[in-house]
């Protein structure tokens, strides 16, 4: 089963602009931990941003923050002010903590969802 | 600092013969992973290695094989590749595999089986 989902495959933005990121995610776990990853043209990841399934406040790291809506599993990327190099695709991954389950310690991602910047 | 070093960069194989993908990380890390992608379906893990002398299978394990040849190298094998391994590999580390411990990744391999 997918456990990862974004349902936004493409999207356009505009310099400057603020641009939000689905990702829902599917885990009975109650520690587990999210992340996003950017994934330029030149394919290399790279690592944004962090939430664990404990943390009360929103992560942000710079322009990055992620909206987490526990109840809805959700943990959407908000990108502020939009820049001509956040072109790139998105990627939202999880960790489950559960020793039990065959997906412990396994980083699962998403489809991705690719992001255009227009001046 | 490297970080995640991955070998070959590209490679071009013929269906039916092995070859076997390098990974080494400078990091101390405990945990190693192999992903590959495909257009439209993200990273797929294919094996982890949660510390040093241990291996696992991920979601698309078939048609591949894994060595954790000490903390800092593992590889990933192909024994007689198919044009469905077609893809970009991908791997990575991280410190262990707490929830909360981020992946790096090398700058991946492109394979293509003909």
């Known amino acids: 089963a997918q456990k990862i989902t974004q349902t936004q495959p493409g999207m356009f933005v505009q310099e400057k602009e603020a641009v939000t990121l689905d990702c829902t995610y599917d885990?009975?776990?109650?520690?587990?931990?999210l992340f996003w990853y950017k994934q330029p043209s030149s394919g290399e990841m790279i690592f944004l941003i962090y939430?664990?399934?404990?943390?009360?406040q929103n992560a942000t790291e710079g322009r990055y923050s992620l909206n987490f809506q526990k109840a809805r599993k959700s943990a959407n990327l908000v990108i502020s002010a939009s820049q001509l190099g956040d072109s790139a695709m998105y990627f939202c991954a999880m960790r489950e903590d559960r020793m039990t389950t065959d997906s412990w310690g396994k980083l699962q991602f998403g489809a991705g969802t690719q992001v255009v910047v227009t001046p | 600092n490297a970080g995640v070093t991955q070998n070959p960069k590209f490679q071009v194989l013929k269906t039916g013969q092995s070859m076997t993908l390098q990974c080494a990380q400078d990091m101390n890390h405990n945990s190693m992973y192999w992903y590959r992608q495909d257009p439209g379906m993200g990273l797929r893990l294919i094996y982890y290695s949660a510390s040093e002398g241990t291996t696992d299978k991920g979601e698309v394990p078939n048609g591949y094989n894994v060595s954790r040849l000490n903390k800092r190298e593992f590889s990933l094998r192909l024994e007689s590749a198919a044009p469905s391994q077609t893809s970009v590999y991908f791997c990575?580390?991280?410190?262990?595999?707490?929830?909360?411990?981020?992946?790096?990744f090398g700058s991946g391999t492109q394979l293509s089986v003909l």
């Open positions: 939430q664990g399934s404990y943390d009360e």
């Open positions: 990575a580390s991280s410190l262990d595999s707490g929830t909360n411990e981020k992946l790096f």
């Open positions: 885990t009975s776990d109650q520690s587990y931990g």
